[in-house]
């Protein structure tokens, strides 16, 4: 058996491992085996009389806890199992606090440690009161935007005749005349004034990821940002095609609309407002939206493709933005950002964490050479698809010089890419005269 997420192995012991102990009491529990190597192989453990005594001591004295610690044998060599469950309290080694992610053990500093503490208190950084907040600081106007999309919604209890504050204490937003932090975030007049990097930067860039041709900043609250970052994007830094059907004008977006809300919407609510502003970056090709703050533990970017409960890392934010109707409470924001590009004939956006945060890709051509090796497609087959592009069609005897190879391996090729792939149609039976072309609806 293999290291895993709650199974480390230790060919001997040393008193560093605490921190692996109290990474596991702040994570889901685990197991240590002391006296195993790194494939699980039992090596044997020659002091396990001594250990025994010592290593119960060792774990109650320096984390405050007690495990369980169990004396093993195979094959005549002794080994350890020291089994740590999970504690709902944070726990810490001389004042360092640990946590077990993945097979990782980190040590939690800065603002990983602040969400920890919060965490573990039942809290989360948007629940928290801002004691430098007034009544004052709140827009008015931005909650009545709310409130009439919350009313066509139909989540939101009546608040007829209610005053701004009590409005605000019903959603959860102030207690005991004191503002949280998301109403800040949600309403706040001037939300960069109390979190600095509460504004997302919005920039035109050249392919070389390097050039930016132009810029834009939008700064203010969650409500406002929702519609002023879209019609900036729609005004200044997208285009739209235009196509005629009859004498009737048809305009469409390069991205569909709904995706680019989605995602501003998830990089906004579920953000880490601590750390660096959202950002978004158009390129010729593609638009991708960054957010600071990584996936929220308890879920796997192999979950987010699939049904999955939601998580928000700002579990207020997300609850006040469901009542308005902003989102769906079932972690669905990714279906639709996938379904949306689906419907407009784009490629399946690109989401992945990067540089401590989270990142969705939208890419406009689905021939480009970074689309097709996201795909899978092999190098051959990329510049069967380029060469189709440009030339229009390929034959089985022109892929074969294109790549230099074999006239089976080219069949093969050229038939997962009509059938596997579907990028491609096959004009003509199999022989003489037969060429591929690129599939018309799939452009």
Not at 218 to 227: A, C, F, G, R
Not at 356 to 369: A, C, E, P
Not at 395 to 424: D, H, I, M, P
Request: proline residues 2%; aromatic residues 10%.
């Amino acid at each position: 058996m293999t290291e895993t997420q709650q199974i480390e192995y230790k060919s001997s012991w040393q008193d560093d491992y605490l921190k692996w102990i109290c990474g596991f009491a702040n994570a889901h529990g685990g197991r240590i085996y002391i006296g195993k190597d790194d494939s699980g192989k039992v090596v044997g453990i020659d002091n396990s009389k001594a250990l025994m005594e010592e290593l119960p001591n060792k774990i109650k004295n320096n984390l405050g806890i007690t495990s369980e610690v169990n004396l093993l044998n195979e094959d005549g060599r002794d080994f350890i199992e020291i089994i740590v469950l999970p504690y709902t309290m944070p726990i810490s080694l001389h004042g360092r606090y640990y946590y077990r992610s993945g097979n990782v053990k980190q040590e939690l500093t800065g603002v990983a440690l602040t969400e920890f503490l919060l965490k573990s208190s039942g809290n989360t950084w948007d629940e928290v009161i801002e004691t430098r907040a007034t009544i004052d600081d709140i827009d008015s106007e931005s909650i009545k935007i709310y409130l009439r999309k919350a009313n066509e919604a139909g989540r939101l209890p009546n608040v007829d005749g209610l005053s701004m504050p009590e409005i605000l204490e019903k959603l959860r937003l102030m207690k005991n005349g004191q503002l949280k932090r998301a109403a800040i975030v949600l309403f706040g007049k001037d939300p960069c004034s109390f979190y600095p990097s509460s504004y997302v930067k919005i920039g035109k860039f050249a392919d070389d990821d390097f050039t930016i041709h132009f810029q834009e900043m939008e700064d203010s609250n969650l409500i406002l940002l929702l519609d002023s970052v879209i019609r900036q994007l729609d005004y200044k830094f997208l285009i739209r095609n235009i196509s005629f059907v009859g004498l009737s004008r048809i305009e469409t977006h390069e991205f569909p609309i709904i995706a680019l809300r989605e995602m501003l919407l998830n990089a906004l609510i579920h953000r880490n407002y601590m750390g660096s502003h959202t950002q978004i970056r158009v390129y010729n090709n593609k638009l991708y939206v960054w957010n600071d703050g990584g996936l929220p533990d308890g879920i796997t970017m192999s979950q987010l493709h699939h049904s999955h409960a939601s998580h928000p890392r700002n579990s207020l934010l997300a609850q006040v933005c469901f009542l308005g109707g902003f989102i769906d409470a079932w972690g669905s924001g990714i279906k639709k950002i996938k379904d949306s590009c689906k419907l407009a004939g784009l490629s399946a956006p690109e989401m992945k964490e990067q540089e401590g945060g989270f990142i969705v890709t939208l890419y406009k051509d689905k021939y480009s050479k970074e689309q097709l090796v996201l795909l899978g497609l092999n190098e051959r087959q990329i510049k069967a698809v380029l060469y189709v592009k440009e030339k229009g069609r390929i034959t089985n005897s022109e892929y074969q010089e294109l790549n230099a190879v074999s006239r089976r391996t080219a069949v093969r090729e050229l038939g997962k890419l009509v059938s596997e792939y579907k990028y491609f149609n096959q004009i003509g039976k199999t022989g003489a005269g037969t060429y591929y072309e690129i599939r018309a609806n799939e452009t």
